[in-house]
């Protein structure tokens, strides 16, 4: 979908029309949610044969789960009879029941019965779950609603050497431990402020300036597709930051790998999930829904494997700095030239633009010094 309300200059900040206008909302969730690589949670939530979780992907209910073959499949959640809602919470299940009228299919959607019906009543063929793409890479998985989206090599390949030399497939995931808030801004205040260190000295001066300073803050490679970054940790040698559009950032430093995640919920509301994965091996036992201090637990209780500190709870301060941009989104400005420290912003604006106005983005670029 291709607009004038939608149009931008990936060099400049962008437009507080962004993250406000319902039209620009609309293309995205054409343009991006629906039609691109959503994250939706990590291996081990769905790691067993008839393991089930539903997800959200742009607008669309779509059920995760583990088939009984071992493979991992994406179906529509809403029964192909009346469209009611068929799983709402993880669950372990052989079949999908509907809890309305209960059709039930198997895991791979097909239709298997239809109570109170004659054998030509229903065109079971006919009724089957829409599947759609899911792919893992390195134990996080993605889903998307189009059937032609490139796969996740391809997409990832510029930040696969980076991530495969951080040991990743050697760290644990650890869903139980996946938690999500509810931020009063657009999903791309948020995520963009994920993925750029330019703002640490300011908003985190007390938190995560004193470990990563600003000023050691490095671009190394990306382009719209996937970019990766890094920095030095006091102490600590450098952490690794990669940024996965539209809605995956994640951070390797000193054995762990944080992540957050963004999906939208309208354009001035998003939902923010953060989670992790360790060098400990250790069960994850009850879950924990706790609200504080969530990187201070994982590290108490993976902490011996897994850092050599204690990484500070800074997700308040981003929240504060992304719903106080929402709030001054109500007004309009000529956006500014972004510094070179914010050349993964420019990589996202690319990504927009590529999705939203189908202009091709720039090839990868690397940093001659890394």
């Given at each position: 979908m291709t607009t004038s309300a939608v149009?931008?200059?990936?060099?400049?900040?962008?437009?507080?029309?962004?993250?406000?206008?319902?039209?620009?909302?609309?293309?995205?969730?054409?343009?991006?949610?629906?039609?691109?690589?959503?994250?939706?949670?990590?291996?081990?939530?769905?790691?067993?044969?008839?393991?089930?979780?539903?997800?959200?992907?742009?607008?669309?209910?779509?059920?995760?789960?583990?088939?009984?073959?071992?493979?991992?499949?994406?179906?529509?959640?809403?029964?192909?009879?009346?469209?009611?809602?068929?799983?709402?919470?993880?669950?372990?299940?052989?079949?999908?029941?509907?809890?309305?009228?209960?059709w039930t299919y198997n895991d791979s959607g097909r239709l298997l019965a239809v109570p109170f019906t004659s054998k030509d009543d229903v065109d079971k063929a006919a009724h089957c779950l829409p599947e759609y793409r899911v792919e893992s890479w390195h134990g996080l998985v993605f889903v998307s609603l189009d059937p032609e989206v490139e796969p996740l090599a391809e997409r990832f390949a510029a930040v696969e050497p980076h991530v495969a030399g951080r040991g990743i497939d050697e760290l644990h995931h650890y869903s139980d431990y996946q938690e999500t808030q509810q931020w009063d801004c657009n999903w791309k205040l948020a995520i963009v402020n994920a993925m750029e260190s330019y703002h640490l000295f300011q908003v985190h001066p007390k938190t995560l300036e004193p470990h990563t300073p600003t000023r050691d803050a490095y671009y190394i490679t990306g382009s719209a597709r996937a970019t990766a970054t890094g920095g030095r940790v006091e102490g600590a040698g450098d952490y690794l930051l990669i940024s996965l559009p539209p809605s995956f950032v994640g951070v390797f430093s000193a054995g762990g790998f944080y992540w957050q995640a963004v999906h939208p919920i309208s354009a001035h509301r998003c939902a923010v999930r953060t989670g992790g994965a360790f060098a400990s091996s250790g069960g994850t036992g009850s879950r924990n829904t706790g609200s504080r201090g969530r990187f201070s637990r994982w590290l108490a209780r993976f902490g011996s494997g897994a850092a050599g500190y204690s990484l500070p709870d800074f997700l308040p301060e981003d929240k504060a700095i992304c719903e106080r941009g929402q709030r001054g989104a109500s007004g309009d400005f000529s956006p500014g030239r972004l510094v070179p420290a914010e050349r993964v912003v420019a990589d996202f604006g690319h990504y927009l633009n590529w999705r939203l106005n189908n202009i091709e983005p720039p090839g990868v670029h690397t940093e001659a010094n890394q």
């Open positions: 149009t931008f200059d990936p060099r400049h900040a962008l437009p507080n029309a962004f993250y406000r206008d319902p039209v620009v909302h609309a293309a995205e969730m054409d343009g991006i949610w629906h039609t691109d690589w959503v994250f939706v949670t990590t291996e081990d939530a769905v790691a067993a044969p008839g393991d089930q979780l539903p997800v959200i992907v742009g607008d669309q209910p779509v059920l995760l789960l583990r088939s009984q073959e071992g493979e991992l499949r994406a179906l529509s959640n809403l029964c192909a009879h009346r469209g009611t809602l068929l799983v709402e919470r993880p669950a372990k299940a052989k079949r999908i029941q509907c809890p309305y009228h209960a």
